[in-house]
């Protein structure tokens, strides 16, 4: 049977050699964004499509994958985090070794970016490790309502910033990233949970994806990358795919039309 009877072009990826740290870095260099950020999420799968392996995503991973977490986040200016992801999966503030600061340094970043948390109840446990366990005070985005009881329980803990927008009850995303725009945060790293990358897509936020394939099958109830209310269909190129020995993917999508800007 001829495979392009459709017109469809099927193309074997095949290896082009090793990619070492920092031809991984170029490959996932953020681009320039003259206004604005670029927001990336980082997620990863089991190749049955589940989020999480018990309970948790980090069940996931592989050394292929958390070598790729971590330059992910020594690219970015900030990481961005729901509050009950970071809970479950017992969050502490980005730490670098020596080489990685001076990487920083010499382009232009500064050396430990800082988590952004997002909570529309501003409940999150002072003596959390992210709040405590980390050399940069976390970002924390709430609504108007609970702003003030975020700052009395955190202290010098954490900054506090009010997010609500024209609903004193919610969060705002636009909103969020004029804020890390306006402080230099224009390279953001969305780590989720599933339901903060599901308000991303539903606003227009998100400019690509990163995903993680694992080799494994879940089963069960495990959920999906990206939950939400709104049905949606947004359309995504391919930027690149890479595999390694364990056979793990890691694909990069951009949305079209911010690869069509760019």
Same mark, same amino acid.
Not at 83 to 105: L, M, N
Not at 174 to 201: F, H, N, Q, S, T
């Given at each position: !049977?001829?495979?392009?009877?459709?017109?469809?072009?099927?193309?074997?990826?095949?290896?082009?050699?090793?990619?070492?740290?920092?031809?991984?870095?170029?490959?996932?260099?953020?681009?320039?964004?003259?206004?604005?950020?670029?927001?990336?999420?980082?997620?990863?799968?089991?190749?049955?499509?589940?989020?999480?392996?018990?309970?948790?995503?980090?069940?996931?991973?592989?050394?292929?994958?958390?070598?790729?977490?971590? !330059?992910?986040?020594?690219?970015?200016?900030?990481?961005?985090?729901?509050?009950?992801?970071?809970?479950?999966?017992?969050?502490?503030?980005?730490?670098?070794?020596?080489?990685?600061?001076?990487?920083?340094?010499?382009?232009?970043?500064?050396?430990?970016?800082?988590?952004?948390?997002?909570?529309?109840?501003?409940?999150?446990?002072?003596?959390?490790?992210?709040?405590?366990?980390?050399?940069?005070?976390?970002?924390?985005?709430?609504?108007?309502?609970?702003?003030?009881?975020?700052?009395?329980?955190?202290?010098?803990?954490?900054?506090?910033?009010?997010?609500?927008?024209? %609903?004193? %009850?919610?969060?705002?995303?636009?909103?969020?990233?004029?804020?890390?725009?306006?402080?230099?945060?224009?390279?953001?790293?969305?780590?989720?949970?599933?339901?903060?990358?599901? !308000?991303?897509?539903?606003?227009?936020?998100?400019?690509?994806?990163?995903?993680?394939?694992?080799?494994?099958?879940?089963?069960?109830?495990?959920?999906?990358?990206?939950?939400?209310?709104?049905?949606?269909?947004?359309?995504?190129?391919?930027?690149?795919?890479?595999? %390694?020995?364990?056979?793990?993917?890691?694909?990069?999508?951009?949305?079209?039309?911010?690869?069509?800007?760019?």
């Amino acid at each position: !049977m001829s495979a392009d009877h459709d017109g469809t072009q099927f193309t074997v990826l095949g290896g082009v050699g090793a990619i070492d740290a920092a031809g991984l870095a170029d490959r996932y260099a953020y681009p320039d964004t003259p206004s604005g950020c670029w927001v990336r999420a980082n997620m990863i799968a089991s190749a049955d499509g589940g989020a999480t392996s018990a309970g948790k995503s980090g069940g996931l991973g592989g050394a292929g994958d958390k070598a790729l977490f971590g !330059m992910l986040r020594e690219l970015a200016d900030v990481v961005l985090v729901g509050a009950a992801t970071a809970r479950v999966e017992d969050y502490s503030g980005v730490t670098f070794d020596a080489a990685q600061r001076a990487a920083r340094r010499d382009r232009g970043q500064a050396e430990i970016p800082p988590v952004a948390v997002l909570t529309r109840s501003g409940s999150v446990d002072p003596d959390a490790k992210l709040f405590t366990r980390t050399d940069v005070p976390p970002l924390v985005f709430t609504s108007s309502g609970a702003a003030p009881g975020a700052r009395d329980r955190l202290g010098a803990r954490a900054e506090v910033i009010d997010a609500s927008g024209s %609903d004193p %009850d919610s969060l705002d995303l636009a909103g969020v990233l004029d804020v890390l725009a306006g402080r230099g945060l224009r390279r953001v790293l969305a780590e989720g949970g599933p339901g903060i990358l599901g !308000m991303l897509i539903a606003e227009d936020l998100l400019d690509e994806l990163c995903l993680s394939v694992s080799p494994v099958l879940v089963g069960g109830a495990a959920g999906r990358v990206v939950t939400g209310e709104a049905d949606g269909r947004t359309a995504l190129r391919l930027r690149h795919a890479l595999t %390694d020995d364990d056979g793990y993917l890691f694909l990069s999508y951009v949305r079209a039309a911010a690869a069509d800007a760019r």
